[in-house]
């Protein structure tokens, strides 16, 4: 297991590192950003939504008692507080089928060897 394996990351996170807890949040924002901006359809609030969940998961880094499960928690956060918001401007109406598909939306690093050949071509062509 290399340093950059997530569990090593969240462990070194749940202990304060900063640098860690950094690149903890530079890694799963993609993934917050595609199940928010999901959910909430585009709306102007998906960046608080998106805010408040990693406050929220940072405040909780501590409390995680099985790294490896960090996606999932992560994920759960970001659906909680996509429940409050619709809660909040809404009074209670949560669009079931947006949380539905939020939960079914793929990992943007699936895809590893497309975007790593894409991003090459673009390197290639700034030069």
Do not use: C
């Not at 917050?32 to 998906?46: F, M, Q, W």
């Not at 996509?82 to 809660?87: K, L, M, Y």
Request: no cysteine; charged share 30%; aromatic share 6%.
């Amino acid at each position: 297991m290399g340093k950059d394996h997530p569990t090593v990351l969240i462990a070194a996170a749940q202990g304060g590192d900063q640098q860690a807890k950094d690149q903890l949040v530079s890694a799963y924002l993609p993934l917050l950003y595609n199940v928010v901006g999901r959910a909430l359809d585009g709306h102007a609030d998906v960046d608080d939504v998106v805010q408040e969940t990693v406050l929220r998961m940072l405040r909780g880094l501590p409390e995680l008692r099985d790294p490896e499960r960090f996606r999932s928690w992560l994920v759960a956060i970001a659906m909680n507080e996509i429940r409050a918001h619709w809660r909040e401007k809404q009074s209670g109406a949560i669009p079931a089928d947006r949380l539905d598909a939020a939960y079914d939306l793929p990992d943007p690093r699936a895809d590893f060897v497309e975007l790593t050949i894409l991003e090459l071509g673009l390197t290639g062509q700034r030069r």
